[in-house]
Every structure is written in structure tokens, then in C-alpha cells.
């Protein structure tokens, strides 16, 4: 049966969702914005009279959550450029931490069938420098992102409980640090893979697992502390243990799929020859397993945060059903999970262009919706807000990426040539379907 005219359809539908979507919630943005400052504005005698009625634990709670019921930030336009700045910054960084936690994978499992675009996202991965360059401005100017950094600890007690971490001096050099580390180990893994490529030996092999090995947990621990100050630290009143790996299953998920369009694009140029059915079915089947494990870990945050309803994390949520933020939500749980979860369900969706073509470009725009679901609020609380300065920011850090990407990639060879898996990876054979080889002979 011929699919390709269902898979037209179906993608034309989405295409025309997606516009229509994105349509209603900018003018879901400005119909929002009054009423629901004039909700708040409402609902703020009720709200003290509520913590009068409770005591000392609403005061607690007050204390706990009370800058995040009004806005922290003036609205200018040098906040608009760093916040439309940072959110098309932590986009990048997604795609470049997804890439070396790819490449790490690899190592930790002695992969085979990843060999052949393995060196994708070892340029990938070493693109950390310059995202360490382009975290500059972001730690330049972080008293005008952070509102935690014009706040007195002694005033408030849930930034003087976590004032080890947050402050000034803690957020810049951790920051440079980890950049640091992160652009070692990428450049090493690229270094001894090239190195590879002219002697062969397994020393390098040895030495990238090993480094593989203590790097999958100095990867997970300083991931989680770059995210925490990066973006979580926005609304530093809010406590979850998961934020972190949230940040992690959205990256790679975006990773996935940036790499498959990488790949399949090079299939029939650099990588001519050493790309097969099964390397893109495999990579399509890790990009929607991470489909499904994003979805998890998404929603066990807010079920656990909903069911404890402590305010130091429940605010975080009632922030985001504000105005249109409820419809940015909703777009992020639909476009997010089910529908890439159920058009990737059938195995032949994975390697048709036209299904995982639009899925791309889908996943990107799902990714950046979510990083804006993250980040914008703290600006605009009242509801979605679309500037020029947003596509802008994330058009340009995307294309600076892209340009360093090339460069790099063309540096060496496309592959790895005399990886020891590399045979195997080669000669993988996909199983002939029933009847096949009967009719071959």
C-alpha cells in the first residue's frame, strides 16, 4: 500500500494546526493580557485575607513564594533582548549538551551501529567553546535577567537558604567551570577519534571510554547545576528535583531529531555508503523513545508537585495558567507528546522523508515553545508575548552554530575510518523480508 498521499495529508493538517495554533495563542497573548492583570488585581484582597486566615504558615508560604506574584522585571526593551536572548540560548545549548551525552552513550555501550555518525556528534559536541563564548552575555548581564541577584537574602528567606549557590560570585565561576569541563571533554572525544582515524589503535578507543566513564556522572551533575542557574534560577523560589533531568530529555529529544536530519542529508554526500536503513530506523527509534521519556518525567514532576501542594513548587505551575500561558501549556502537551507519539508509533514513519521531515521542524518549534513555556513568564506574566527580538535571537545563535558546525565538520573526515566497530557496523545486514530470497533465487 502506497502511504505517501496519507502522510501528505496528515502533514498538511499538522502544518495548517500549527499555524492556526501559533495564530490563536499571539492573539490569545494580547485579548489575555488585560483581564488577567485585572484578575490579579481582583484577587489580591482575597489572596492576603487567605493568609491572614492561616497564620504564621501562610505567612511562611507567603514569604516562601511572594515574588513570584509580581513582576520582577521591568518590561524594556534591553530585558526583552536578553530574555528572548536566553531562550533561544538554552535551545542551542540543548542540542550541543544532547550531542556529547550521544557521543558519551556510544562509548559506555561499545555501539556499533552508531559508529558511522558518531563524528556528527562529536562536531556537534564541540561546538561547547562557543557556547561557553555566547553564555557571556547572559553572565555579564545577569542582574538584569535574574531577579534573585537584586534581592537581599536577609529579606528573603527562600533565596537566604539557597544563597551558596546563588549568589553573584557562585553563578559566574561555576558557569565558567563547567563550560570549561564540558569543552575539554568534547574536544578530547573529537581528538582522540581524529587521532584514530591516521593509526588505528585501540588506545583511543580505551582512552574515550574511560573518560566516558567518570564523564556520564560529571555530565549529569553539572547539566543539572547550568540548568538550575541558567533557567531555573528565574523563579529562585521554586524547588524540584527533576528540573534538571526535564532539561536533559527535552535536549536529547531535540538532539535526536536534529541528527537524523543531519544524516539523512549527508547520506547521499559525505557519509555516501556508510548510512543504511537500520541507522536511521535506530535513530528514529531513540527519538521516540525520548518522545515518550520527556512525557514522563514532564508529567511526573507536575503530578508530584499537584499531589504534595507545597507552595514553594506549586507557584511555579499556577504561573503558567495565567492568561494565554494555559493555551502554551496545552500546545506544549499535545505538539510535545502525542503527536509526534503517534505518528512515530508505525516503524515505517521512522524512514519516510515525509513524515520525519515535518517531524523535524516540528520538533524544533515544540522545543523552543518549551523553553519559552520556561523562561518568558518571569517577563510576562500575564500571558504569551511575541516580539521580532524572539525569532531573531534564535535564528542568529542557531546560525552561528550552524556555520561552526560546517567548519568543523569539514576539518576532518565525516566518519570515523578505522573505528573497530566500524566493520561491524558496516556489515549489518537488514533481514530480508518473508518469501525475499526465495523469489532472489
Known amino acids: 500500500m502506497n502511504f505517501s498521499p496519507l502522510f501528505k495529508r496528515i502533514f498538511a493538517l499538522l502544518a495548517c494546526v500549527g499555524l492556526v495554533s501559533f495564530g490563536a495563542l499571539r492573539l490569545a497573548a494580547a485579548d489575555h493580557a488585560e483581564p488577567a492583570a485585572a484578575a490579579a488585581h481582583a484577587a489580591a484582597p482575597a489572596h492576603e485575607a487567605a493568609h491572614a486566615d492561616h497564620g504564621d504558615a501562610g505567612h511562611d508560604a507567603h514569604a516562601a513564594g511572594g515574588h513570584a506574584h509580581k513582576p520582577a522585571i521591568e518590561v524594556t526593551f534591553v ?10 540560548y538554552m535551545f542551542c545549548l540543548s542540542i550541543v549538551v544532547g550531542a556529547m551525552f550521544l557521543v558519551i552513550l556510544h562509548h559506555l555501550f561499545d555501539a556499533s551501529w552508531s559508529v558511522p555518525i558518531r563524528r556528527v556528534n562529536e562536531q556537534i559536541a564541540c561546538l561547547m567553546p562557543v557556547m561557553g563564548l555566547l553564555c557571556l552575555p547572559i553572565i555579564i548581564l545577569a542582574p538584569q535577567i535574574y531577579p ?26 561555576l558557569l565558567v567551570v563547567i563550560f570549561g569541563l564540558w569543552s575539554f571533554m568534547a574536544l578530547n572525544f573529537r581528538r582522540w577519534s581524529v587521532a584514530q582515524d591516521k593509526d588505528g589503535a585501540a588506545k583511543w578507543t580505551s582512552k574515550a571510554r574511560f573518560q566516558a566513564a ?14 538550575f542557574l541558567l533557567m531555573k534560577s528565574l523563579m529562585h523560589q521554586f524547588f524540584s528535583t527533576m528540573y534538571g533531568v526535564y532539561y536533559f530529555a527535552g535536549s536529547v ?29 535506530f535513530i528514529g527509534t531513540l527519538f521516540f523513545a525520548f518522545t515518550v521519556f520527556y512525557a514522563y518525567i514532564h508529567f511526573s514532576q507536575y503530578f508530584l508537585i499537584w499531589n504534595a501542594a507545597i507552595p514553594e513548587e506549586t507557584f511555579w ?3 503558567r495558567e495565567v492568561g494565554s500561558w494555559w493555551q502554551v501549556g496545552l500546545l506544549i502537551l499535545f505538539g510535545h507528546f502525542f503527536v509526534p507519539f503517534l505518528i512515530l508509533l508505525r516503524i515505517d514513519t521512522k524512514l519516510n522523508p515525509l513524515v520525519m521531515g515535518p517531524m523535524i521542524l516540528w520538533a524544533w518549534l515544540m522545543h523552543y515553545t518549551d523553553m519559552t513555556f520556561n523562561v518568558m513568564p518571569v517577563l510576562y506574566p500575564e500571558g504569551l508575548h511575541v516580539t521580532l527580538l524572539d525569532p531573531i535571537c534564535w535564528v542568529a545563535l542557531s546560525a552561528v552554530l550552524a556555520l561552526a558546525f560546517w567548519k568543523n565538520f ?18 549489518h545486514h537488514e533481514v530480508p523480508a518473508p518469501g525475499a530470497a526465495a523469489a532472489h533465487h
Open 253 to 281: 529529544w531535540t538532539t535526536l531529531a536534529t541528527v537524523y536530519g543531519i544524516v539523512f542529508w549527508l547520506k547521499s554526500r559525505e557519509l555516501k555508503g556508510v548510512i543504511y536503513t537500520h541507522t536511521m530506523h
Open 410 to 427: 569539514k576539518s576532518a573526515a565525516p566518519f570515523p575510518l578505522k573505528d573497530p566497530r566500524l566493520k561491524e557496523a558496516l556489515t
Open 79 to 88: 530585558s526583552q533582548f536578553l530574555y528572548s536572548y536566553l531562550t533561544a
Open 317 to 319: 505551575y499556577v504561573k
Open 148 to 173: 534573585w541577584m537584586n534581592i537581599d537574602p536577609a529579606t528573603d528567606h527562600a533565596l537566604d537558604v539557597k544563597k551558596v549557590l546563588f549568589n553573584r560570585t557562585s553563578f559566574t565561576v
Open 214 to 227: 567518570w564523564g556520564i556522572f560529571a555530565f549529569a551533575i553539572t547539566l543539572t547545576l547550568v540548568v
